[in-house]
């Protein structure tokens, strides 16, 4: 029985979103696409296409970070 509960507790750790990511999907995804590539499903309703954040962190070592990832 314990082995049981225990598998559930992996499980439920597993499933918990890291802060940035939640904050990504919540608020920045629509825009930026899942992927962070510039191409969200409303992209089209802003007057500047939103930027490839893949690409921000790429030219940045690999971290996407403030003031960059907001602009």
């Known amino acids: 029985m314990s082995l049981a509960l225990s598998g559930g ?3 439920a ?3 918990k979103a890291e ?4 904050e990504f999907d919540t608020n920045c ?3 930026h696409g899942e992927n962070g590539k510039g191409n969200g499903s409303l992209q089209e ?4 296409s939103p930027p ?4 921000l ?3 940045n070592q690999g ?6 990832c907001m602009t």
Do not use: H
């Not at 309703?45 to 500047?48: E, F, G, H, K, Q």
């Open 9 to 11: 507790a992996v499980m």
């Open 13 to 15: 750790q597993q499933k």
């Open 19 to 22: 802060p940035g990511k939640l």
């Open 29 to 31: 995804a629509i825009f």
């Open 45 to 48: 309703l802003l007057r500047v």
């Open 52 to 55: 490839d954040l893949t690409q």
């Open 57 to 59: 962190a790429k030219k």
């Open 63 to 68: 971290i996407c970070q403030p003031p960059g």
